[in-house]
């Protein structure tokens, strides 16, 4: 015979109490979707990876994110420097006056010298000189570093930049080695930055929705503005990081190619097709030859007919203490800011004749490729909107290990709070 149903309220409490469901006076969830493996080793790799690298990967973001712009803040703040008015009928001097007159200014023995098409620009004259290749930071590793403008019409300096004590440069430095010494501080860029691109496979993993119904989408594709911060946080570290996900991983590999050379050997050998390095071509000057009183003057006249559409004319001359073979080195620039599509130029020294040339368009892809990175790393290779896309996804690459401790931090309280709670169970 079945037991009848208990009619008094205090029985049917008591048999309530009694049952399982009394444990903390909750009722039993639903049982959740077994979690799939990869899903678990990606949320593991995700969490004690992000955690491990997020503070350099912040700093190195945040840095990115800044020096995108250098250039066009750079010329605001220093535009007295930068910028000449150009006389009615306008007449350069010749280079190796103006060549004298930034080393005397600057006080040290040879410049390099970077000329403009662009009437309104003074020329930079650069010194650099390498410090301690041991030393623990930027600063230790560097012993001289700075710049002269001068104007091409009048041979007067404009100004002086002290390139150690630049605030760009710092950004830059950070950036690269985190003001370490590069041997020491750009393998942990290089190798944090390796991390980050496993921390964008395996956060894409994570949240990748299982189905894509309204309500996923939502989830998983729009913030929720208006929810409580813990939400908010939760959608700020996912939904922009999906959005800007191909950006950032751009960033994050043309940013590997520097800091790790097995890694740029891997992308010249895809890029070429071949495990063969690309030929490398040398040039001696002569120093039997009969010396000119200013090859420098007759260098840069022969750059200017080979390059007669670059917007930039760089020339590296060979130090004092350099070996006689030592060339003239120019590179022809025809963009106004990029770097890539560059040919260059080899003079002798001592005469101004034109040795060799070295074409972009015929190197191979690899070559082509490698060449390109700075400008790819930092958006210029698509102009202003390349830039703006880089500064985007430098900007949310920096909020994300910010957004991802926070969620760390929430989940790790609630787990404290849930182990010092306690149910007593009904007797």
Not at 14 to 20: M, V
Not at 51 to 59: D, N
Request: glycine share 6%.
């Amino acid at each position: 015979m079945i037991e009848s149903l208990p009619t008094k309220r205090s029985e049917r409490t008591e048999i309530i109490a009694g049952s399982p469901a009394a444990v903390g006076g909750r009722m039993p969830k639903k049982a959740k979707k077994p979690v799939s493996r990869v899903r678990k080793i990606a949320g593991v790799l995700h969490l004690w990876l992000g955690l491990a690298s997020g503070i350099v990967v912040f700093i190195v973001a945040v840095t990115g994110c800044i020096f995108v712009f250098q250039k066009e803040i750079s010329e605001l703040i220093y535009r007295k420097k930068f910028f000449v008015t150009p006389p009615v009928h306008a007449k350069i001097l010749p280079l190796n006056q103006m060549k004298s007159t930034a080393e005397q200014a600057l006080d040290v023995p040879n410049v390099s010298v970077t000329t403009y098409s662009d009437p309104s620009r003074a020329w930079e004259f650069m010194y650099f000189k390498g410090g301690d290749p041991k030393a623990l930071t930027f600063f230790g590793a560097v012993d001289s570093y700075k710049s002269a403008f001068i104007n091409p019409y009048t041979g007067k300096v404009t100004g002086i930049i002290d390139y150690e004590k630049e605030f760009f440069v710092i950004v830059k430095y950070l950036h690269w080695s985190l003001l370490l010494n590069t041997p020491y501080g750009q393998p942990i860029v290089g190798y944090s930055t390796l991390i980050f691109v496993i921390l964008l496979i395996t956060g894409m993993i994570l949240w990748w929705p299982k189905n894509l119904k309204k309500a996923n989408f939502n989830k998983s594709f729009k913030i929720s503005w208006k929810a409580k911060f813990k939400r908010l946080n939760y959608d700020l570290h996912n939904v922009p990081g999906f959005y800007a996900m191909l950006i950032t991983l751009v960033v994050a590999l043309t940013g590997m190619v520097w800091a790790m050379s097995w890694f740029q050997t891997v992308v010249y050998v895809v890029a070429s097709r071949s495990v063969t390095p690309p030929k490398q071509i040398s040039f001696a000057s002569d120093s039997q030859a009969a010396v000119l009183k200013n090859p420098i003057d007759i260098a840069f006249d022969v750059a200017k007919r080979q390059f007669p559409d670059a917007r930039r004319i760089l020339l590296y001359l060979p130090d004092r203490g350099a070996p006689k073979s030592a060339t003239i080195s120019i590179n022809g620039y025809r963009g106004k800011e990029d770097y890539y599509d560059t040919d260059v130029l080899y003079l002798d020294q001592f005469t101004g004749k034109l040795l060799g040339r070295e074409n972009f368009k015929d190197k191979n892809s690899g070559e082509k490729l490698i060449r390109m990175n700075y400008d790819i790393h930092v958006g210029v290779v698509l102009g202003l909107p390349g830039k703006i896309l880089a500064f985007m996804g430098s900007f949310i690459a920096a909020s994300l290990p910010v957004t991802g401790f926070m969620i760390w931090l929430g989940r790790k309280k609630k787990k404290k709070s849930n182990s010092t709670s306690f149910y007593t169970p009904s007797l």
